[in-house]
């Protein structure tokens, strides 16, 4: 069971998240944090994991996400470590939130990870779970109608061997996304938990492109 003063960094964290990505693209507001916090909870109770990194890693892993502030990695973790020190989070958990933040998201097919822990894991399934299934779809949209691109182009092929540099910088159709990313996630999933959970989301994507494609040929 978590400490007194562990439950109240949580609250604190959850509370600055909010007030933080209150005006967030809203693929990647709030709600997304809490959709993701909730299911890495649910996840880390089937999984050996320290739940209080676990939660503080998932409430802040978008905490200044590197898309909307021009490619940057690094603000994000100094963000996330900045207001863990002013909590007198110990020096270790900090390190470790620090480290998921930084090794938690997709960099696209050939990018290799160097840096693992169980609760990375639970986390990174979270917040994979988030991209895909009906909220995925609907994430998936919002963005490229937030970056204005196509929905489809059937001359535009999508790139299944793009490096992490061409991943950030890629304006293809929005449809292209799942291709590239969206569909290779069930098989990334770390946890059984997480793939378990994936199955689902994973076969309500591939029903939406098999009709997508469908009505654009009609």
């Known amino acids: 069971?978590?400490?007194?003063?562990?439950?109240?960094?949580?609250?604190?964290?959850a509370s600055y998240v909010k007030n933080e990505?209150?005006?967030?693209?809203?693929?990647?507001?709030?709600w997304h944090i809490q959709r993701v916090?909730?299911?890495a909870r649910l996840i880390a109770n089937t999984e050996p994991s320290d739940p209080f990194v676990v939660e503080l890693a998932a409430l802040l892993h978008d905490i200044a996400d590197s898309k909307f502030y021009g490619g940057d990695e690094e603000i994000g973790p100094q963000k996330a470590e900045t207001f863990l020190k002013s909590m007198n989070v110990q020096s270790d958990v900090v390190?470790?939130?620090?480290?998921?933040i930084?090794?938690?998201?997709?960099?696209g097919g050939n990018h290799l990870q160097f840096f693992d822990s169980p609760e990375l894991q639970v986390v990174q399934d979270a917040d994979r779970l988030d991209a895909m299934g009906a909220i995925g779809i609907a994430r998936a949209f919002h963005y490229g109608g937030f970056k204005n691109r196509l929905l489809y182009h059937p001359d535009i092929q999508p790139n299944m061997n793009m490096t992490k540099e061409e991943y950030k910088k890629s304006d293809a159709p929005t449809i292209n996304h799942f291709y590239e990313k969206l569909?290779?996630?069930?098989?990334?999933?770390?946890?059984?938990?997480?793939?378990?959970?994936?199955?689902?989301?994973?076969?309500?994507?591939?029903q939406f492109l098999t009709e997508f494609h469908y009505e654009w040929r009609i």
């Open 21 to 30: 990505l209150e005006d967030g693209e809203k693929g990647h507001d709030w």
């Open 102 to 107: 930084r090794h938690i998201s997709f960099k």
């Open 95 to 100: 390190e470790h939130v620090v480290n998921i």
């Open 183 to 206: 569909l290779l996630l069930k098989d990334r999933m770390n946890t059984p938990t997480g793939k378990a959970l994936a199955k689902r989301r994973h076969a309500f994507m591939e």
């Open 1 to 13: 069971m978590m400490k007194i003063e562990e439950q109240n960094i949580i609250d604190a964290c």
């Open 37 to 39: 916090w909730h299911t």
